[in-house]
């Protein structure tokens, strides 16, 4: 929860306590729809209160989910990455990929020298 959620938070709760005060003086006062309607507006800042409460989790939920998902495209990544650096780590010479590693340029070290003699 981010410090202006918290203080928002608790801005929220010290109003409630506010209009529950004066809806209990307005009700002590013979004033009951002031009552009431402070006692609502009461209950909404609660509601607010716990509703910011609600909305920081879902980002902190959200954050953690992108946070996940990011390391495992990079992950992802990072294999691709070897994975071609162990495919060129094996390459032959031009010829050898020209011809999908069948065959080898004459002054490759792999070529296999015929043997004429047969
Ligand atoms: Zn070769």
Same mark, same amino acid.
């Given at each position: 929860?981010?410090?202006?959620?918290?203080?928002?938070?608790?801005?929220?709760?010290?109003?409630?306590?506010?209009?529950?005060?004066?809806?209990?003086?307005?009700?002590?006062?013979?004033?009951?729809?002031?009552?009431?309607?402070?006692?609502? @507006?009461?209950? +909404?800042?609660?509601? /607010?209160?716990? =509703? &910011?409460?609600?909305? $920081?989790?879902?980002?902190? *939920?959200? !954050?953690?989910?992108?946070?996940? @998902?990011?390391? +495992?495209?990079?992950? /992802?990544?990072? =294999? &691709?990455?070897?994975? $071609?650096?162990?495919?060129? *780590?094996? !390459?032959?010479?031009?010829?050898?990929?020209?011809?999908?590693?069948?065959?080898?340029?004459?002054?490759?070290?792999?070529?296999?020298?015929?043997?004429?003699?047969?």
């Amino acid at each position: 929860m981010t410090r202006t959620a918290y203080a928002l938070s608790y801005a929220y709760l010290l109003v409630s306590l506010l209009t529950l005060d004066c809806a209990v003086t307005s009700a002590r006062n013979s004033a009951p729809l002031y009552a009431a309607g402070l006692a609502t @507006a009461t209950l +909404l800042f609660v509601v /607010a209160a716990v =509703r &910011e409460h609600m909305a $920081a989790d879902e980002r902190r *939920a959200e !954050a953690v989910r992108v946070e996940r @998902a990011a390391r +495992l495209r990079a992950m /992802a990544d990072g =294999r &691709e990455m070897r994975r $071609a650096a162990d495919t060129l *780590a094996h !390459a032959c010479c031009e010829r050898w990929w020209t011809s999908c590693g069948t065959q080898h340029a004459s002054t490759c070290t792999h070529t296999t020298r015929k043997d004429i003699s047969r």
